[in-house]
């Protein structure tokens, strides 16, 4: 079955710094992946998308990276920032589909 | 500018009660969705509707109803609540399929606990 996952369940890191989110997905046809972050006690917002025609796509301080041959794909955050802790989940569709498949989370502590 | 409108914000039932939560948006989308998302996990998709008068299943539809009889508003009714149903619900619109993230709005979710 298809299914979207992700590696670390939290990810600490220092204020400056870079934060690396990973997403693993299994349906090899899905063709459209999204990166929502998720504010406590909010719904999710979009931050970045990209397509499977693409490897790399970048954004205001973020760049998703998707490996296909590996099903693999991550959310980078450069200059990390207290304002930046939040969970972060990927999701994904395919042509056809008509609604999103998240992840389960990876939640984003930012240290001062 | 309004977007996504959910009701209640929160709510407690008991075990059997009956509720319905409210959504409706503002931006005139075709799409709307509704999805719950349990302590830790991602949000699973309940039920959606891609125009009034039509609705489809999701992932996890068993135990709840929805309607859609007006572009605006997509209410999902619960029948008979149980403690598995209790979670974070959020209702989404978009103005097409889902190929543009950008295009999505959610709500800021009702917060449902059964008892």
């Known amino acids: 079955g298809e299914s979207v996952g992700l590696h670390l369940p939290t990810l600490s890191v220092q204020e400056g710094d870079n934060s690396i989110i990973n997403c693993a997905y299994s349906n090899s046809a899905s063709d459209y992946f999204i990166w929502y972050k998720q504010e406590s006690g909010k719904g999710p917002q979009f931050i970045i998308d990209?397509?499977?025609?693409?490897d790399k796509r970048q954004g205001q301080r973020v760049t998703v990276l998707l490996n296909k041959t590996v099903k693999h794909l991550s959310l980078q955050i450069a200059a990390t920032q207290p304002g930046d802790s939040a969970v972060y989940f990927c999701?994904?569709?395919?042509?056809?589909?008509?609604?999103?498949?998240f992840g389960s989370g990876t939640r984003l502590q930012v240290q001062p | 500018n309004a977007g996504v409108t959910q009701t209640p914000k929160f709510r407690i039932l008991k075990i059997g009660q009956s509720m319905t939560l409210q959504c409706t948006q503002d931006m005139n989308h075709n799409y709307m969705y509704w999805y719950r998302q349990d302590p830790g996990m991602g949000l699973k998709l309940i039920y959606y509707?891609?125009?009034?008068?039509?609705?489809d299943k999701g992932e996890v539809p068993n135990g709840y109803n929805v309607s859609r009889s007006t572009t605006e508003d997509f209410p999902l009714r619960l029948e008979l609540a149980a403690p598995s149903q209790t979670s974070v619900y959020f209702c989404?619109?978009?103005?097409?399929?889902?190929?543009?993230?950008?295009?999505?709005?959610f709500g800021e979710g009702s917060w449902l606990t059964v008892v």
């Open positions: 999701a994904e569709t395919r042509t056809g589909r008509r609604a999103l498949t």
């Open positions: 989404a619109s978009s103005s097409e399929r889902l190929v543009s993230g950008n295009t999505i709005y």
């Open positions: 990209i397509r499977s025609n693409m």
């Open positions: 509707s891609v125009g009034a008068g039509i609705t």
